[in-house]
DNA sequence: GTGGTCTAGACCACC
DNA sequence: GTGGTCTAGACCACG
């Protein structure tokens, strides 16, 4: 399901990170699915439990999954907390940089949308 | 100039890299500009001279800018040939990746397309 | 297994590279072997580290090994990507002056092909 | 005539010994041909004159050109001194890598061969 | 343990 | 003056 790329510059904590999350916007995931325990996980993708362990600490303090003592890990109810705006900040100045090296390499301002466009169909 | 964040997680040869380029595309570096020596620049913006030559170094792989042997670098003329596909995918994947993470953050595609928009009005 | 020529005018960090790639070329560096961590190879060689991973950080550019976060670094699967054409020319023009030289000094057009012979059988 | 490239890596008074020897090799240059003086080609080729000059300096300690005090520069009779053997087996070095790294980019040793012969088809 | 980044400072070749 | 190379050492993130 998730797919580890180990000789990405992307840390593999955060490759965790942002697939659940992609997972959960495509619909794959759906709040109160459980998803396997740090353990298993480390198995099914070969890493060390400390890795998943990261990645999943994160994920809960983003509120994308919620740890139920003894019972397991699960993904959470869609968060009504409006997000923090430095996050939104950050985000918006990598995808400023992606754009900003595209468009260095040619890629056309209707070529953007319509990559743009894709993504959001691909989401549920 | 250039504004370099030392409490930034992105590199500091990486913050020179982006932003050299990022004025090529604004239009206030052209080609055949000089740009400063490793060494001025070093002490323009408090850091070692290993780290800027690092950057320029990178930028030359680019073909971003040229170093006239013992003259100094310049701005170089648009590249020619066909930027390689790696690269492309590349800044794709990250593009996505930030866009992924912006929906979740609830940006809308109009929201995203207007952003797109902006940063291209802003290049020459 | 590298020998280092610390007297030579070819920097030590493209000894380093040319001697990988003719390791792999010779089939005593096979894709999937690893290669010492660039602390044992600065010991090995009693150069410092930030050598090392010079070489190692522009091999990995060229697809010739690859890292795994942690893990170490190992010899990567030959590339399917065709070389970019202006590394072809690049060589190109180095074997011309080459052999220029060597007509200069008067070695035959048969010499010549002899020794290209003799590299060619060299490889695995 | 001679042809600089004032941004490549190859030093700019190595590329006037290269390409003087290769006009000689090539039959554009004939012995007693004289050739412009170290200020003239200075001009012509826009380059200061001391780098000129080390390139006249080599070229004589190699007995390509004479200097016949007050009457100007020359291109030499062809030496009867056996070449250095150390000069070959350098040029062979630069030859093998130069191979190699070819090698590596795909060129197949048929390809290389015809290579050779089409460069000692270009000389006189 | 691994590589990545950065500092501080030296020496060199080239122009 | 320019950039290129190397040393010696530090700190950090990742696994």
Redesign the interface.
């Known amino acids: 399901m998730i797919q580890i790329n180990?000789?990405?510059s992307q840390?593999?904590f955060e490759q965790i990170i942002?697939q659940i999350?992609?997972g959960?916007?495509r619909g794959h995931l759906k709040p109160g699915d459980p998803i396997p325990s740090v353990r298993k996980m480390a198995l099914q993708l070969s890493v060390t439990p400390g890795t998943v362990a990261k990645a999943y600490n994160e994920l809960e303090r983003q509120e994308v999954i919620v740890t139920l003592r003894g019972k397991g890990t699960y993904i959470a109810e869609p968060s009504t907390n409006r997000?923090a705006e430095i996050?939104?900040t950050k985000?918006?100045k990598?995808?400023?940089?992606?754009?900003?090296?595209?468009?260095?390499?040619?890629?056309t301002?209707e070529e953007?949308?319509e990559?743009?466009?894709t993504?959001?169909k691909q989401?549920k």
């Open positions: 180990q000789s990405s840390p593999i942002t999350k992609q959960v916007l997000p996050q939104v985000a918006m990598t995808l400023e940089d992606a754009c900003m090296e595209l468009i260095y390499l040619g890629i301002e953007m949308k990559k743009i466009h993504i959001y989401i």
